[in-house]
């Protein structure tokens, strides 16, 4: 992605926060509260189509959330199944997990919510992430 594109897509996200200084060199935002946060979160998900790994969402929301406040929110949309944690890691929204192949270059990271991620993939989510296969979607396939 080039740096335009990237900063438009940013610029776009940061729409519904208010300036509070702002001339030719640098722009002051307000920061966001949780409920905003959560809805820039999302939004960026759907916009890239595809499930985004931790240090992609963790680059684009620097300035803007802290890394523990980041995990906070998304271990919170994980609990209330608003995304899913993909077994390489990254992070979609539900029905991705349906047409997406894991990467397999992807450094794996413990699971944000151990026990959604054991619900939702069982305990052989690695062996599935080296195969490439995702548990319950070959099953769908199948049938179709």
Sequence with gaps: MSKSSDKEMRSSAFDDL?????????????????????????????????????????SYFSGLAGEDRLRKILIKLIEEDKIIEMPDG????????????????VKRVRPLVPRK?????GTAASRYRKLGIIKGVTEETEEE
């Design 18 to 58: 208010e300036i509070m200084y702002e001339d030719e060199d640098i722009i002051v935002m307000r920061a966001p509260d949780d409920e905003t946060l959560i809805k820039m979160i999302i939004k960026r998900i759907s916009e890239t189509g595809k499930p985004i790994s931790w240090r992609e969402l963790r």
């Design 117 to 121: 991620f054991r619900e939702r993939w």
């Design 90 to 105: 990254t992070l979609g929204l539900p029905g991705m997990e349906r047409n997406y192949i894991p990467k397999s270059d």
